[in-house]
């Protein structure tokens, strides 16, 4: 209720939200009835993955411009209207820093801001930056570059990946997001994934990646091998 809440809070008001409910077996469709017409609730018929959830959600957007909200994530009640007025300007991809938050709502003063702007693959090859609830994209290119759903964690970073290579991104000052982070994050129970997911991507970036366009991705495969040998995520 907390993450639907902060898009009803928005300064910018011509929206619309997908809720997917992903065969869940909590309270998220009771959650879903209390609000109006602009909420449109889906749930799928039987658990499917995380990314391939993803897709089915964007199957039913219907706007110009898509965002990202996970169910434990709120947005700072500026972040459309922020990004909107980028998107308005030409820009198909814009993203906003964000800051970590716990369990109960608090800060952690961990705070990603690092407004990289312009072609950011190899900035995003060192170091992912872009949380899924702080991107603003352009419809018809996120449709074209759908989600990888072999992925269960590095999705969205994969997704990044390859619309920096086909746009130039833009961003905003400041945080767009409150991310939580937890023990009961999707993230944290899948930790053995990592390393996995890891090679998945820098095997499948090499088939379609110039590396000397590309060196970060140098980078990438020695800290994934590091990481890998000495069992840290």
Known sequence: KEAIDSVYEQTYSNW???????ASTDNSSTIA??????LKYYRGSSLVSL?????????????????????????????????IKKYSNGSK??????????????KTNRIVDRNTVGQITNDLLKFNHISIGC????????????????????GDFDLWVRLSMKTNADSIEGIVEYSRQHGDNYSYKLNDR???????????????????????????????EVKGILGRV
């Open 16 to 22: 619309e939200i997908i809720f997917w409910d992903n």
């Open 194 to 224: 990592w390393f996995k997911e890891r090679r998945y991507f820098y095997r499948k970036f090499l088939q379609y990646g110039s590396v000397l366009k590309y060196p970060g991705i140098f980078r990438y495969i020695l800290m994934t």
């Open 51 to 83: 990314y391939t959830a993803r897709n089915l959600a964007l199957e039913k957007c219907q706007g110009e411009a898509i965002g990202f909200l996970d169910c434990d994530d709120v947005w700072l009640n500026s972040k459309l209207e922020r990004q």
């Open 135 to 154: 991107v603003l994209i352009d419809a018809e290119l996120l449709k074209r570059e759908t989600f990888d759903p072999a992925y269960e964690l590095l």
């Open 33 to 38: 009835q209390l609000y109006d017409t602009k």
């Open 93 to 106: 991809f814009v993203y906003g820093g964000y800051e970590i938050i716990d369990q109960f709502s608090r």
